[in-house]
């Protein structure tokens, strides 16, 4: 559900006075209140986790084949599309990064195939192309969709309810050549709380609407409670079924102001025959429309606003991506 995920050295950075002021604020109550059941790291080891998580973090960015590097988000209508640099084609690529002509996008439905123009080398997943068939990631079939390459740029096709995409990646995208780093909080075990997951009535949906404006109906496994300062908290979570866990998207009072206004993503692994879970907001990270305008990112459902403010984990990024 995620995608693109690949270690260069994270960097942290000061946090502003007022985040502070906001972090020992909200602390200060979490550790008076006892109905909120924090707890802190297993280990010292928790901080050295947190870092490699943050490596990959960094480089699911950053790498060759991170966010950053989206230059384009082609919206491939029914039918014939020209695919080029040429400012009259259908898809339009980067002027200098492809051929004027690149070749043709041939859409019905939900099937796309590529034909690309005389005296244009092009490949499909490292085998050279003459016309082939455009595997999306809504085929099902197959685990990724089709990697199209056109000299320096590498395409995937989207298949977004009705509507199919072509997401362009460029390694020499600006975004990603004055990439500034990722900033986060300073590590703060009571922000690693325990909680409770209660499990959904059989074919139970979340309603997720994505920047697109396109609601999608997703099935939900249940929802995780727990108590920040006397407050019962609850997150109205989906099955990640890339990486074997519960997955959150979630907005808190701090939006907008110190981290992400269109909220943040979190990872919960699956509860035990309990039902306990731990949710570890150092680990809430931001999501890639953070970083691109070429990202489809889901928002966070309405019942995923918090009521307090979570000073913990990824803050907003500096490069001024809004």
Known sequence: MLGNRQRLTPRLVSIFDSRWITALFVCAVTLLSTACSSIPPADPTATDEWHEWQAKRLNSMAGTNGWTTLVGLLWVNEGTNTLGSDPASDLKL???????????????????????????????????????????????AEPEPAV????????????????????????????????VGLDYY???????????????????TLKVTDVTGRVKAEPSPGTIVFTVAGQEQRLDVLDDDETYDLWAVFRDQTAG???????????????????????????????????????????????????????????KYRGGHE
């Open 94 to 140: 980067p002027e200098g990064r492809a051929p004027k002509t690149a070749g043709l996008v041939i859409r019905t439905g939900t099937q796309a195939r590529f034909i690309p123009a005389p005296g244009v080398t092009a490949t499909l997943d490292g085998a050279p192309v003459t016309d082939a068939m455009l595997r999306s990631d809504g085929d099902g």
């Open 148 to 179: 199209l390459a056109l000299g320096p740029l590498r395409i995937i096709t989207l298949q977004r309810s009705e509507r199919m995409a072509l997401r362009v990646k460029d390694p020499e995208a600006p975004t990603r050549r004055h990439f």
């Open 186 to 204: 300073p590590y703060d075990p009571h922000w690693r709380i325990e909680g409770r997951f209660e499990p959904a009535a059989a074919y139970h």
């Open 257 to 315: 102001k110190t981290t992400y206004g269109g909220g943040r993503f979190l990872h919960v692994a699956l509860p035990g025959p309990d039902n306990r879970v731990v949710i570890d907001f150092n680990y809430a990270y931001s999501p890639p429309c953070a970083f691109t305008s070429f990202a489809t990112c889901p928002l966070p459902p309405r019942q995923n606003w918090l009521r307090i403010p979570v000073p913990a984990g990824e803050l």
